[in-house]
């Protein structure tokens, strides 16, 4: 991307759906609001702050749009939330919108030192919104189950 | 829910007209309170469940009903292949047959009273809850499609439980024409050392007692008096069920305009029943299926030893085992003919009336048991399914109190601590892994379980027969 939307910090938040979560990243980039968007359902497991980055995941993903792309992309982490327990401190993202590389920093989760949020099941279409918004900042969220 | 946008058809019956590309109207179950304080976002849902090729007769919402994804959680619909029907993975979900068991012990109060905080400590000690946490079984390869294949009857056939127990779950503890081969791999990864495990959120281990009897003859046949200690264990397909579910959502919302389907919402992926994507999910649901009641005869067999232990009088049998989210193939009478229909159940719990052959001999006459579980701190209720409940709802009924409000409010609110502390005083154990996670399952940030239960009653979904109150309660 090119334009940077000018003021615009990168940030996550967790924003409320009846039963479930919605997250939501917003970034000067596409690939900064997927990163926020990335550490929001982290923060919904476990503090960011208390993971040590002790290893890279690097993962992929292809989709036709940007907004399966980042239903593929969250995912993606939670598989290796799931199958290999892992936890996540931050990521790293370059897409374009329809191809992913992304790398997710963390540890294996070790319930003496860290404290679980949800267990996300999945990434949803609910709340799905990949866009830029009149001040040029990107933004990524949508529903996750859990 | 603005009262305006229904038609108030009774006292609990609530309809949405057809509108735009709606093919039948939504009806919502509900006394004017509960109904009143749905989200606008049911209203959009239901309507948009009613839109999917083939559906039949209505798009139901149940009246724990709240916001879901694609369909509302409590959302129920029929589709007949016949008319070129679907179904939706999700209109499904993603816990595949997240569901209730409940056992009864054989034990009074007065009992387990002495050994509560013993019992609870075993029970969190040898029950698996919680994230990360995982099971003893480790299953790969050939193992991994028998348990696929056999649901709790592979359970059985490991030495986890009798074959009496299979009588009391549905389908018989086996779900057919599951097809372990329509499984991705990465399903069955998630899945390789979690069966044995409650999972978290909102999946529970409760020690319960039978606080108050509503149908005399039919708690008896079911084996409910006042004061019975009972087991009741919430969960559901953990990670496989999960990963089915994201993988075709993602396969039905792409494929969608290639099977000639509009979708309202993407959330609502659907294929044909008579396409190889819709054959295949259902080979793979059906395999969820099997895997939840796999789990849910697992974590049993370990009730069972953690009892033993600690009070070896007590006799572990299932009263009954109804799951949650799935999609089932049904005969139905529809104006007056048999059909065979495809009903989607999310959040919804089915309720067979009394004399429908699915129902084990010795509680044909009383029809399907009902388990509506409550939150943490409240009650739970035993139903039973009722005639008038195929006309209604395709035998469906309610599943639970249903939030009231968000998790991300529930934490904004309360403190973990506060709330065990809470509950401690009420007379109720927690043991948990997660302060966190208890605050979100915070009893305050459900619907009143009985105003949900007393809507299903006097609607005819399902009457009431027994109110139970927990003791203690193991939660994910």
């Known amino acids: 991307m090119t334009h940077h939307a000018a003021g615009t910090e990168p940030r996550w938040e967790h924003f409320p759906h009846d039963a479930d979560l919605g997250v939501r990243g917003t970034g000067r980039t596409l690939s900064e609001a997927f990163e926020q968007a990335a550490l929001a ?106 | 829910m603005d009262l305006g946008l229904l038609t108030r058809e009774s006292e609990h019956v609530w309809r949405i007209e057809p509108h735009g590309a709606m093919r039948v109207p939504g009806v919502l179950y509900g006394d004017e309170r509960l109904i009143r304080a ?42 007949d292949a016949d008319a070129g029907g679907v179904v939706s993975a999700g209109g ?23 050994v509560r905080e013993a019992l609870a400590d075993a029970l969190f000690r040898d029950v698996p809850a919680g994230m990360g946490t995982t099971g003893t079984i480790r299953l790969t390869g050939d193992g991994m499609d028998a348990m696929l294949a056999g649901g709790a009857r592979w359970a059985v056939e490991n030495g986890y439980g009798t074959r009496a127990d299979l009588e009391r779950i549905e389908e018989r503890g086996c779900m057919a024409d599951a097809l372990p081969s329509a499984v991705s791999a990465q399903a069955k990864k998630r899945q390789q050392d979690e069966i044995g495990t409650l999972g978290s959120g909102n999946h529970y281990l409760e020690i319960q007692r039978v606080a108050e009897i509503f149908d005399a003859a039919t708690a008896a046949a079911f084996g409910l008096a006042v004061d019975d200690v009972v087991a009741t264990i919430h969960c559901g397909s953990r990670g496989l069920g999960h990963q089915i579910g994201t993988e075709f959502l993602r396969s039905m919302a792409i494929a969608a305009p290639a099977h000639g389907i509009r979708l309202p919402d993407r959330e609502l992926a659907c294929a044909p029943l008579r396409s190889e994507l819709g054959r295949e999910y ?58 065979r229909l495809f009903v989607h159940r999310k959040g919804a719990t089915r309720a067979f009336g009394p004399g429908h052959p699915a129902l084990p001999e010795d509680l044909r006459p009383y029809g399907q048991p009902v388990l509506v579980g409550g939150s943490m701190g409240t009650a739970s209720y035993v139903l039973a399914g009722t005639d008038a409940g195929e006309r209604l709802s395709f035998s469906s009924a309610c599943h639970g109190a249903g939030r009231a409000m968000s998790r991300h409010q529930a934490l904004k609110t309360w403190r973990g601590r506060d709330v065990v502390a809470e509950l401690a005083r009420n007379g109720i154990l927690i043991r948990s892994r997660s302060l966190r996670g208890v605050a979100e399952e915070a009893p305050a940030a459900y619907k009143d379980v009985g105003a949900v239960v007393d809507a299903t009653h006097a609607a005819g979904l399902a009457r009431k027969v027994a109110r139970v109150e927990p003791l203690l309660c193991v939660k994910g």
């Not at chain 2, 606008?40 to 007769?57: D, T, W």
Request: net charge negative; charged share 25%.
């Open chain 1, 41 to 146: 359902l982290a923060a919904a497991v476990v503090d960011p702050g208390a993971v040590h980055p002790s290893e890279t995941t690097e993962l992929r993903c292809e989709a036709p749009d940007a907004e399966l792309l980042l239903v593929d992309w969250l995912n993606a982490i939670i598989f290796e939330m799931a199958a290999r327990h892992r936890c996540f401190a931050r990521f790293e993202v370059a897409t374009d919108g329809k191809r992913l590389s992304g790398r997710a920093v963390g540890e294996r989760f070790d319930p003496t030192r860290h404290e679980a949020g949800v267990e996300p099941k999945g990434a949803t279409y609910t709340a799905l919104r990949v866009s830029r918004e009149a001040d040029g900042a990107w933004v990524a969220q949508c529903v996750v189950d859990v």
């Open chain 2, 38 to 79: 749905l989200d606008e976002k049911v209203y959009e849902q239901v309507s948009n469940v009613a839109m999917l090729p083939g559906i039949v007769a209505a798009s139901y919402a149940m009246p724990d009903a709240h916001w879901g994804y694609g369909f509302p959680i409590g959302g129920v619909a029929a589709f």
């Open chain 2, 92 to 114: 499904v979900g993603f816990d595949i047959s997240c569901g209730v068991r409940t056992l009864h012990t054989g034990l009074k109060l007065a009992d387990v009273a002495p």
């Open chain 2, 282 to 339: 259902l080979g793979a649901m059906r395999a969820a299926i099997n895997c939840a009641l796999a789990n849910r005869q697992v974590i049993t067999e370990l009730v069972r030893r953690t009892f033993a232990r600690i009070l070896p009088r007590a006799r572990l049998d299932v009263l009954y085992d109804v799951s949650h989210n799935t999609c089932k193939l049904e005969e139905h009478r529809v104006d007056g003919a048999a059909k």
